[in-house]
């Protein structure tokens, strides 16, 4: 049995192959709306989530599948007292699959040693977010006809922002890749990315503070939220909040065939104006979440054939 906690969980031909059955599934979601018929999904959010809950429910429903769960930790038992093990092992018997979010780094993979099912991390805390990395390599790939190569900024909040380390860590695999950090200096990237991820690799990347001077280099420019659920006062967080600002005005100094990307919820780093641009995918990405979650679905319950 397997799991998804880390992205490195799937080797990078797996990973292609999982991108491969997302684009299939794109190009002919009607072939797989029965493919897990009467397989039930368990959502355990013990975090708020708009996307990637509903992002996992439409997808199990788009596979004939049904889904189960919880979309906080006060309406589950955790309210009570009871661990992760205890609700995994509880779960085993009610449904086939889970896809669990946590604010404790670390739960889903605790989870997934007392499970009889497979566990999918959700986003634990501000550590890893792999499926919010498969929507987001599909992008990339669809986008750009490919994943090698690329010279990706990555921009905001890269202390705190989960996505933004598991998409690291997953595109460090790929033949070519620089990376361009840029962010003020209490939210750059932590260094067990650094010294684990590029260093060993002896990946290129550079570390900056203006998105003005990198905007020119970027293939991808991958634009993050700054994390307020993660500061530990007000403070800090209003005076970094509105460090980067992407605008239709910044937009005129980057590729015209960049794209730019965003997890979402967007609250004010991406201009309202920059969504009509042609190089905005961040909405594309969010469909992408779905043939991607569903392609990893069908992958992790042995269904894909
Ligand atoms: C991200 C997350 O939860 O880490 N959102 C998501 O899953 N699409 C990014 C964020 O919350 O800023």
Known sequence: MRHLIDPLDFTMEETERLLDLADRIASDPAAYQEAARHKKLATLFYEPSTRTRLSFEAAMLNLGGSVLGFASAD?????????????????????????MRHPKEGAPLRASRYSRI??????????QHPTQTLTDLLTIRRRKGRLGGLTI?????LKFGRT????????????????????????????YVITE???????????VRSLETAMP?????????????????EEDYVRLKDSYILTAEKMKLAKPDMA?????????????????????????????????????????????G
């Open 197 to 207: 991820t590029l260093g060993p690799r002896g990946i290129p990347y550079e570390e």
């Open 217 to 233: 280099g970027l293939d991808i420019l991958y634009m993050t939220r700054v994390q307020r659920e993660r500061f530990f006062n």
């Open 164 to 191: 933004v380390h598991s998409l690291m860590m997953s595109l460090a695999r790929c033949e070519g890749v620089r990376f361009v950090l840029i962010s003020p200096e209490e939210l750059r990237v932590p260094d």
């Open 118 to 127: 497979p566990v999918i991390n959700a986003g634990d805390g501000g550590h």
């Open 153 to 157: 900024g990555l921009c905001g909040d």
């Open 75 to 99: 309406s589950s038992s955790a309210a009570k007292g009871e661990s992760v093990a205890d609700t995994i092992r509880v779960i085993s018997c009610y449904a086939d699959i889970a896809a």
């Open 260 to 304: 730019v990307l965003h997890p979402l919820p967007r609250v004010n780093e991406i201009a309202l104006s920059v969504d009509e641009d042609p190089r905005a995918a961040y909405f594309e990405q969010v469909q992408n979440g779905v043939y991607v979650r569903m392609a990893l679905i069908l992958t992790l319950l042995g269904l894909e």
